[in-house]
């Protein structure tokens, strides 16, 4: 028996790329420069994460873009036994992380460091990947 595939056991497959809309390009065109920006409403200043078309608190779609500062505390964390695609396998296992940040919201991304608590003061930053920047978490040293 045969299988009609162009590829083997050992073929890893691109990881997948973030699907960029216009509400969401901001995030992405800083997050390729290193920088984390949020969404922030014109009208009533409640800041949200992830980008969405109108604010939760006062339903108006007047969006800004701020810098947050990529501080925040460990919300919890899984650590993936199972790749949710093929491509992440050799990375198993890894550990996500869902951070309270300053600016109040959360966050979710990976996790780069030892055991975590809850609590833990940590630091947002981006790998850039050639399918598009990768949000990951650092323990916080020192003061920003």
Not at 63 to 75: E, F, I, L, P, Y
Request: with cysteine; net charge neutral; glycine share 6%.
């Amino acid at each position: 028996m045969t299988h009609a595939s162009n590829t083997t056991m050992t073929d890893t497959p691109p990881r997948p790329s973030p699907k960029i809309t216009p509400l969401s390009a901001p995030y992405w065109e800083a997050a390729a420069q290193g920088r984390l920006l949020l969404q922030k409403c014109a009208s009533c200043g409640k800041v949200r994460h992830y980008p969405r078309m109108l604010c939760d608190a006062c339903y108006s779609n007047s969006t800004d873009w701020v810098q947050a500062s990529g501080r925040g505390k460990v919300h919890s964390w899984t650590i993936c036994h199972h790749a949710f695609h093929p491509s992440f396998v050799k990375d198993l296992p890894y550990t996500l992380v869902t951070v309270d940040l300053d600016e109040g919201v959360r966050a979710l991304g990976r996790w780069r460091g030892t055991a975590l608590s809850i609590g833990d003061e940590v630091l947002a930053q981006f790998d850039q990947r050639s399918e598009g920047p990768e949000l990951f978490f650092t323990a916080a040293t020192g003061t920003p």
